[in-house]
């Protein structure tokens, strides 16, 4: 019996067959016993029988994915993806059932020599995957540039190793939280890796000059996270109750709220509709602009259209093939059954068309909701629950040296003037920028203090300048030439000389020259990528709020680390290690799991300042950003129940904080040999950390930011007081110093405040 209904999905392209189908089941059988993949035992172990390989029927899954795709091509591709399967079962039936950690490591060891992004594969093969694996890489990439072999290798690696964090949860127990599940299927799950094949199979490469965009980095997500949410759905039956698994998105789903497994079935399914049509909406508003500014060559162009076609093909077939295999659960769907009834409708060959209109139908009213929010609706305040904090943190001696100092060094940038009114005195004194940066570094310098707390000052000004100057009028060119001045004003290697226009430039100027006078070249580079990370993030956040669209959760989460300038932040706290690059080799801060201790940390300060906010947001503002309100449209439910799925959201986060320190990172110390004081070094890091966390709590509960009286004060007469449509982001605009005294209040704008008033 099935554990649930499948859903309806949305497909809104309707699958073709490539005609080479016979040919390529011909060529991958005879490849695969070739590999000795067929009732060959391994280890005692036979992975695939006969009858196994032929009923997957691997040749449909390409032909369905890759229509367009001439015999030569199609046959190989098949061939990786047999590959890949047969890498799944194997690594399942040899180190997953047994548990075998030490056996995996070493397995997975040896896998990059058959793959090298230079030169020849000196190793010799000794089992079907080094076997598979050696004679597909010297099939595939001299027909690639060097920029398509860096990213496929990459991509190749991630699937294989990330394994390991698989296998280490199934010994432990352990299930994922939601935002670390979408996380890592990416890598496991391997749809990056068929992206790249996209690529190979159309001919048609991504140039490298746009590949990292914004744009491209979200259609291969959101593509990957629909692929893999799809075959969840499918899966469910056999990995779930069949094998054990606990890398899942349905059983994700179900334990973290709680609910039935088919109200996680149907909300899985609904994440996967949001991801569809962020690719669509990032396909048809991001992606040509970011062409243009490029300036990629008309040819250029059409390749990575075809690559986008590409990735639709890939969705619609693989779908379909899911309908057919017999790797799943869709015995209520499957052709075979003659049914034409079911939720899927119709499933013979050609009638997937017949799905397209069901499909648009269903999901329409998930799309319009997303873009029909009220601006200014009166929510009054939002109630707090018991936050979960295992951190605590010390305060600085500095304290009230450092906001004295901070207050004249605003005024001295010009922060304060009357024009163009972001700020006076009374604003900055009750944002009490140094009370956070004491909290998060109890132990710094007065020079180390006031550094910190004019970035969180300058950070938050930025962030309180853009929907001021550019909201209002959805000037997102100007907003653009606004990042690319702010660009000369932090040289990699040499001294600022660009002359400074306005507050934001002197600010800028002035704290680029502090912190990176001593830094390293590649120091020095990180962290200038860090500011750009951030103000890039907010024309994201100005042009959808021009189109009043609330974002996908996965991508609001993503760039919610952006807005809210985690990654400069996060670089303040650990700017010794920024100067101190010979303690620990910069690649490790590139390992998984320290970007994932850094992610966890960063969510859980960003949805800690999204329930602080939530009025000041969605009453004052008229903003969308907001994870609660990302929430309430995305579960359509009311705010209480997404306040508490925001709530265990960062319990989920702060409890993944805590185990990755307490079992990841002695993993990868010994993983990657490191020495005591790297080891140290990098402990401390994650004190750092944790002061971050508990320092940016103690100033939430503590300010006077959020509070409605606080809110309702406007400025001079000629502009529109609180709660009217004044636009993104004008609440800063509109504060009138209170009568009252405010000048000691234990407001900072904090850690989270270097990165959004829009946000915070």
Known sequence: MQPFTLPEFY????????????????????WADEMEMIDSPQHGTAIWTEADFDAHDYALLCAYTHPDSVSRKLDLVTDWYVWVFYFDDHFLELYKR???????RAYLDRLPAFMPVDGEITETPTNPVERGLADLWTRTVPERSADWRRRFAVSTKNLLDESLWELANINAGRLANPIEYVEMRRKVGGAPWSANLVEHAADAEVPAQVAATRPLQVLRDTFADAVHLRNDLFSYQREVEEEGELSNGVLVIERFLGCGTQEAADTVNDLLTSRLHQFEHTAVTELPAVLEEHGVDPGSRLEVLAYVKGLQDWQSGGHEWHLRSSRYMNRAVA?????????????????????????????????????????????????????????????????????????????????????????DEHKLRAFDFALCSAGIHPDATLPELNLTTDWLTWGTYADDYYPVIFGRTRDILGAKVCNARLSEFMPLDSPVTAVPANALERGLADLWTRTTETMAPGARETFRGTVEVMIDSWLWELANQAQNRIPDPIDYIEMRRATFGSDLTMSLARLARLAQEQTVPPEIYRTRPIQALENAAADYACLLNDVFSYQKEIQFEGEIHNCVLVVENFLDCDRERALAVVNDLMTSRIRQFEHIVAHELPALFDSFALDASARQALLGYARELQNWLAGILRWHEGTHRYEESELRYHPAAGVRPFGGPTGLGTSSAHVRPRPTAAAGAAGAAGAAGAAGDSEM
């Open 11 to 30: 497909v809104p392209y309707p699958a073709r067959l490539n005609p080479n189908l016979e040919q390529a089941r011909v060529h991958s059988r005879a």
């Open 98 to 104: 047994s548990h075998d950690m030490a056996g995996a």
């Open 335 to 423: 052709p075979e059954s003659g049914e034409l009834g079911g939720l899927l409708g119709l499933t013979g060959l050609g009638t997937s068309a017949a799905r397209i209109v069901p499909s648009l139908v269903t999901t329409t009213p998930r799309r319009t909701r997303s873009f029909t929010h009220i601006p200014h609706q009166i929510v009054g305040p939002l109630r707090h629950p018991d936050f979960c904090m295992p951190f605590s943190t010390g305060q600085s001696p500095h304290l009230d040296a450092s906001r004295r100092e901070n207050i004249i060094w605003a005024r001295a940038v010009g922060m304060l003037d009357p024009i163009p009114g972001i700020w």
